[in-house]
């Protein structure tokens, strides 16, 4: 999740999200947060942290976190409404790890199906150029049979 859509759910700004985040930089390792690029975070809107360095012509990259990222939220934000929402969040991850689990078997029918095409592709790619080839023979050069003459009337 990113930092903008965790600070609305946690009602407090983005910059004092990350301020906490930064004041504990033990605490969220590389596996836990990281921060988009330019490029990825092109592809979202203009927040109103991106208003406050507009001056400097600064645009920053929000910060992607983890489950166990915001799992450790909760230790640094220290407010009745964090504690309920990292509560809520982490019942969503696991839900949704249990429906992951629960439709196994769904899964490997899916992976199967994703194999067999690949499979397939192979012996396709084979017919279709043995096709065109059929489909375009080369033409053979034209030799003239007889006297050629200059004269052609």
Known sequence: MLDFDLADLYEVSTKALNQAVKRNPDRFPADFMFQLTPIESRSFPVRSQIVTASKRNIRFQP???TEHGIAMLSSVLRSKRAIEVNIAIMRAFIKMREMLESNEELHRKF???IRKLGEHDKYFKVVFDE????SNPPVPPHRQIGFATKDKK
């Open 63 to 65: 910060y992607a976190f």
């Open 111 to 113: 992976a199967a199906v």
């Open 131 to 134: 096709l065109k080839k059929l």
